[in-house]
């Protein structure tokens, strides 16, 4: 398993506060959809065949994940309560989990109610390997160029999370509408001394799906949203993988 795994914004109330909301043509709403009892092949042909005419735009990659919180997991019980402004901090990567030259990207990734923004910060290589520990993490912010107050943020919260999956990138004929998605799903705990990666639980049969547009578009077209036979869920892939490996 290890071999295939091959403004200012605030993250928790301990963290970092917007100074001004960000513009409003910064978000973007997101339609989530967790399919269990379809095939990615069904799911891709009612995609292509829908009225809105999608077509693959970029070729399929994997996507690595960590997210971080608080000790307590403020952020988790934020999600599982439904607050609806709220901000997680991840780190995101492509390509292998582990041994992995790529250069990342530090994420707040910026909830309110419906729509959904990101502040990104792009970062060297963390090359994960067996035996990495909470100490590591906080070494890499340190050597990290970042704006103090983002480092600040990263430093009061710990690595909780590790998430990779496979994702599929889908453009409208009017650029109006994106789709993803997302195969392979697969959680690892991160603990906090000697962390050899080998704590992991997938959801092989899901399939999440999610419609994205820009918040300057007024409503999303009726035709697309009453083509698809799946039903919109709140499925928080944070959420999933804490729950998933604390059983």
Known sequence: MIEALGGKPMVTANLSIFDSQPPAEDFRFERKYHIQDLDLH???????RSPC??????????????????????????????QAARTKLRLRWYGDYLNN???????????RGMVGTKDSYKLPPLCLQPGFSHDDMRTYWESC????????????????????????????ADGD????????????????????????????????MELKYEGS????????????????TRMSKYVTGIELLQG
């Not at 069904?42 to 292509?48: D, F, G, K, L, Q």
């Not at 990659?61 to 309560?81: A, C, V």
């Not at 083509?227 to 919109?232: H, I, S």
């Open 42 to 48: 069904t799911i891709e042909s009612w995609v292509r």
């Open 53 to 82: 005419l999608f077509s693959e735009c970029f070729p399929p990659r994997h996507i690595n994940n960590i997210y971080f919180d608080t000790p307590s997991l403020e952020n988790y019980h934020e999600n599982l309560g439904g």
């Open 101 to 111: 030259p790529a250069k990342t990207t530090l994420e707040y990734k910026i909830k």
């Open 145 to 172: 160029s970042l704006p103090s107050w983002v480092r600040e943020d990263a430093l009061s919260v710990v690595p909780t999370l590790g998430n990779r999956y496979r994702r599929k990138y889908f453009l409208s």
């Open 177 to 208: 509408y994106r789709i993803t998605l997302d195969t392979d799903l697969c959680f690892l705990g991160l603990d906090r001394f000697d962390c050899q990666f080998d704590r992991i639980r997938t959801l092989d049969q899901s399939v999440v």
């Open 217 to 232: 578009i007024p409503t999303l077209d009726e035709r697309l949203m009453n083509f698809f036979p799946f039903r919109v």
